[in-house]
């Protein structure tokens, strides 16, 4: 008997469409370790039955490439029903070139679009396709660049903690890979005086320091209150990860270039962090999402998700053990620039939308003169 996956049904997968966009920055960018005047989206549209679904991820252009050579041909003709399916269909197709990295980053795009037609197809929110836990998930500002004044950085943390009331806010630090520690103490004083006591405040070193420089780091800001630190050392040093977790206040975070389930279960189960990040852009999807906050939960832990918001949306209320959600600031206003139907965080809160799917709609005209030739 044919497998439901080859069988003839009345919605297979028809056709699969990758193209990249590149949005130029508001301004200069960097953190700890990198800095960019561009972000590139790939922008993934599925098709069965009359409906497209939408996914995309934050990657290399050469991203859309592995999507139209490998990873449409290995779901098209697949029951659009059936993502888990789809999803092994695609496994199978990155085995030879290597499932982690870039190839990851096509796949989680191509199986957000498809999580996103199967809601479509049925007429349903993808969030109650999914079966939701909650109706909102919390969020905080993100951004704080390095590269920001300190007028810059106070009007940007202002809008997010008194204009949108956002109560979580999150800046960049390490400068220049953990160099310019001075500046870096001067920028997380200038943000908790911009936000207030009542604001939390987060800081992310994209793992910039060495161990013992970050927990230096805490104790010099200890009367701020920090209560994130997000990859204070690589995400790749889990001892280091774990020493300064035991030796500082803040909840200490990473995951978020996490590509592949055994990635999250060895940060899981190296007792170095206090919060799991993931990035439904980048770590295989919906489908993989799911795993990956199963293997968090039975570690006890809470999962965070990572840049994307409008991707993430929908997961992140089916997520038992979430956490929260980075409300990014390129990432927020690509969003905003590329679909209809994106989300308000105002209060600190987003809802997924009623609508069939994710709730977004395309503007290709808006994109297009973004579109990578």
């Known amino acids: 008997m044919a497998s439901r996956a080859t069988s003839q049904t009345d919605a297979p997968v028809t056709a699969v469409r990758a193209a990249a966009y590149t949005v130029p920055t508001d301004g200069p960018e960097a953190d700890g370790t990198f800095s960019w005047d561009s972000t590139t989206m790939v922008l993934v549209q599925a098709a069965a039955g009359g409906k497209t679904g939408l996914g995309w991820t934050y990657a290399p252009a050469a991203a859309a490439g592995l999507v139209e050579e490998l990873l449409g041909p290995a779901v098209c003709g697949v029951d659009a029903l059936d993502v888990p399916a789809a999803a092994a269909a695609m496994a199978r197709a990155v085995r030879n070139p290597g499932s982690t990295g ?4 096509a796949v989680s795009a191509v199986d957000c679009a498809l999580w996103d037609l199967k809601a479509r197809l049925l007429d349903l929110p993808l969030h109650q396709l999914l079966g939701a836990v909650r109706d909102q998930v919390a969020v905080y500002g993100s951004g704080g ?20 009331r956002i109560p979580r806010v999150k800046i960049k630090v390490g400068q220049d890979g953990g160099t310019n520690v001075p500046r870096d103490l001067a920028r997380i004083r200038q943000a908790r005086a911009a936000v207030g006591p009542g604001t939390e405040l987060f800081v992310d070193a994209n793992g910039a320091y060495t161990a013992k420089q970050a927990i230096r780091v805490m104790q010099a800001v200890a ?8 990859e204070p050392v690589s995400s790749d040093h ?17 995951g978020e270039y996490g590509t592949g389930l055994p990635y999250f279960q060895r ?39 990572h840049c994307a918001p409008h991707l993430s949306a929908a997961v992140a209320v089916a997520t038992p053990n979430f956490r929260h959600l980075e409300w990014f600031h390129d990432h927020v206003r690509i969003e905003d620039l590329f679909f209809d139907g994106t989300l308000d965080p105002a209060g600190g809160w987003i809802c997924p939308g009623d609508g069939p799917g994710n709730g977004l709609q395309f503007r290709s005209s808006d994109a297009e003169q973004y579109r990578v030739p």
């Open 102 to 105: 870039l190839a990851s980053y």
């Open 145 to 164: 660049f390095t590269t920001y004044s300190e007028d810059q950085l106070r009007k940007q943390l202002e809008g997010w903690a008194l204009g949108q």
């Open 223 to 230: 009367a701020e209150n920090v209560t994130w630190f997000e």
């Open 238 to 254: 889990l001892a280091g990860l774990r020493v300064v977790r035991n030796a500082v206040e803040a909840d200490v975070a990473a």
């Open 267 to 305: 940060m899981c189960a190296a007792d170095a962090i206090d919060c799991l990040q993931a990035d439904v852009s980048r770590c295989g999807g919906i489908s993989e999402w799911l795993r990956i906050a199963a293997v968090a939960a039975a570690h006890g832990l809470e999962l965070s998700g």
